[in-house]
């Protein structure tokens, strides 16, 4: 039996402060990660984090540690809820401390990200597989787009690659060039993909080099993969969230 909480003067969490996602289990069982960037700076640090998922009139619950050190627990497996409608999660943040306990933050109808939706929109989707120590890899299929595969031993595996700076910052420039150099130099008039993979290079750093020279192909491959860092400020992003992890 839960205990009884007090509401008085909680903070609403916002979207980017916690992201879900949903995932097909080898045995077709649902499991969820949550990727938390909470704002510490108005919560006390040993207030208990706690998810919720639900459906219709069906709900789970799951304890992630405290504000301090949030821990994944093990079994994440949405099994005892009513998988025919939409999932949604809410998160509190409880301070245990006092009497009945106080919701000093939380957040409802929080929805998973949809990786179908992600894919009509994305250039280079995102996948989770175990694949042993390596980290991560590009797959290339004939009739679809060419995919990025996280290993899913990595925890919040799909969450981190595309919400951690620091993941962003060293994996996607070499993803990137990974995908030019397979496509300028293996000529699939089949997949449909190397156009618009093509198409936005050249936005970046101008029309490809006539001709198939390896070394003006090479430069400008890496024309545009810096032009894509610049952009994006890649290094930055990567410096600025290397100095937020040593505070």
């Known amino acids: 039996m839960q205990a009884r909480i007090n509401h008085t003067g909680r903070r609403k969490i916002v979207t980017k402060e916690v992201q879900f996602t949903l995932n097909e289990e080898a045995d077709d069982s649902l499991t969820f990660d949550a990727l938390f960037s909470l704002d510490k ?4 640090s040993d207030a ?3 998810v919720e998922a639900y459906s219709t009139n069906t709900s789970q619950r799951f304890s992630f540690g405290t504000v301090a050190n949030i821990q994944r627990p093990i079994d994440r497996r949405l099994d005892q809820i009513d998988l025919s409608s939409s999932i949604l ?9 006092v009497h009945k306990g106080r919701l000093v933050a939380s957040a409802s109808e929080m929805r998973p990200q949809s990786e179908q939706d992600e894919d009509h929109a994305s250039l280079l989707p995102v996948r989770q597989r ?8 590009i797959e290339f299929q004939t009739d679809s787009k060419p995919q990025l595969v996280i290993n899913s ?18 994996i996607l420039p070499s993803a990137f060039r ?3 150099m397979f496509f300028l130099w293996n000529h699939d008039e089949e997949n449909e993909f190397i156009d618009e993979w ?10 490809k080099p006539h001709g198939e020279d390896a070394i003006d192909l090479m430069i400008w491959v890496d024309d545009v993969i810096a032009g ?18 040593e505070q």
């Open 48 to 50: 208990k984090v706690y």
């Open 89 to 97: 999660f809410r998160t509190q943040i409880i301070d245990e401390s």
């Open 41 to 44: 700076s108005k919560l006390p």
């Open 198 to 207: 093509i198409g936005f290079a050249e936005f970046i750093a101008g029309s």
């Open 228 to 245: 894509f860092s610049d952009r994006f400020g890649l290094c930055d992003r990567l410096i600025n969230s290397l100095k937020e992890g």
């Open 130 to 137: 175990n694949l042993g120590q390596q980290t991560w890899k």
């Open 153 to 170: 031993r990595i925890p919040n595996a799909i969450g981190q690659v595309k919400h951690n700076r620091e993941f962003q910052s060293l």
């Open 178 to 180: 990974q995908v030019l």
